[in-house]
């Protein structure tokens, strides 16, 4: 693609930023710093990740009041099927909105246990389809589910994979983030795809910037998205050059990004892991720049 320089680039990408709850006090500490960085680029919305088996219920509900309640921040909740009756789950609902959440990002989730099938628990939802109309029956949440550019590894086929999409926007979503992947030709063959299957909400493409190849292909494997030889060999001998390995995995998630609003992108989603320069750079090579007006207070 003949994509833009960055100097060319007209700053009106939208971006937003994914968490997840911290497990201690130093952890919440880098969480809150992050959150100090990347709040003046006025991301639409953050969201805050929910762990296996409802295992960080507590924790997600907290970040994500906060977040919602110290910060000039729309904060979304990721909420998933696992383990849990309707009734518990709808629980969970209901305080986030009493909270003045209004954005939930809807999953199916995974089993607690790595590499066993999903099994929907008895009495709660079968999947995020079944769990988008339960939520938007009870309130006019917004709501955001997950796409899948290289497949979702349980999917029969491609196109059951986009059904099943169209079914979770069919349901009241208005947004699909997708999986990370690295090659952008990848999201514009499901983004067609999408719009032959009549899907006209938003597709925004989940960034994972990469700084640590073996974390992220542990990632990949479980999730079905492929990691290309090259991103080995940019990474290779860079081990003990910790600068140098950041300076590396901003470049080649910016350059997926310049190609991807090349193809018309505009939003961008970015699974932080709760560390904010590699995030911040990127979105400042997309044209963003921090408003020095917002500002969020210390934790
Ligand atoms: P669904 O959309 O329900 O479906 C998953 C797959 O199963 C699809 O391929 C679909 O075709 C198939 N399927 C669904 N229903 C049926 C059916 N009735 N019959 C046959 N096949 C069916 N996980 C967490 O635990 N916590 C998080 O916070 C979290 N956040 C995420 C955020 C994003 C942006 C993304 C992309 C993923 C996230 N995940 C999270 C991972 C997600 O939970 C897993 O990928 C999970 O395996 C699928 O969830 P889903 O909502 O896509 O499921």
């Not at 680029?41 to 088996?53: D, Q």
């Not at 590894?153 to 491609?158: A, F, H």
């Not at 995995?249 to 939003?267: F, H, I, N, P, Q």
Request: hydrophobic residues 45%; aromatic residues 10%.
């Amino acid at each position: 693609l003949d994509a833009p320089l960055y100097a060319d680039l007209a700053g009106d990408a939208e971006v937003s930023f994914e968490f997840f709850p911290p497990k201690s006090e130093k952890m919440e500490a880098t969480l809150w710093e992050s959150i100090q960085t990347l709040a003046p680029l006025g991301p639409r919305f953050v969201s805050v990740t929910y762990g296996a088996g409802g295992s960080t219920r507590e924790r997600t509900h907290a970040t994500v009041a906060r977040i919602q309640r110290e910060t000039p921040l729309a904060a979304a909740a990721h909420l998933t099927c696992v383990e849990a009756t309707k009734a518990e789950i709808d629980a969970v609902a209901e305080q986030y909105w009493a909270s003045g959440v209004r954005h939930i990002v809807a999953l199916r989730g995974d089993p607690p246990r790595e590499g066993a099938r999903f099994e929907p628990h008895p009495g709660g939802y079968e999947n995020a389809a079944a769990l988008v109309e339960g939520l938007k029956k009870r309130h006019p949440f917004e709501v955001s589910v997950a796409a899948y550019p290289e497949c979702h590894p349980d999917s029969l086929s491609d196109q059951a994979d986009i059904d099943n999409l169209k079914a979770k926007i069919d349901a009241g979503a208005t947004r699909a983030i997708t999986q990370f992947f690295f090659a952008p030709e990848a999201f514009f063959r499901f983004r067609d795809r999408a719009a032959a299957a009549g899907i006209a909400a938003e597709l925004v493409p989940g960034i994972l910037p990469v700084s640590n190849v073996a974390q992220t292909r542990k990632f990949a494997g479980m999730c079905g998205a492929a990691i290309p030889p090259w991103m080995d060999r940019l990474f290779e001998g860079l081990d003990d050059h910790p600068a140098a390995r950041q300076l590396v995995a901003a470049t080649v998630a910016a350059e997926m990004c310049r190609k991807l609003y090349a193809g018309g992108v505009r939003s961008f989603h970015f699974y932080t892991l709760n560390r904010a320069e590699l995030s911040f750079a990127i979105c400042h090579l997309l044209g963003l720049r921090a408003n020095a007006g917002v500002s969020v207070a210390a934790a």
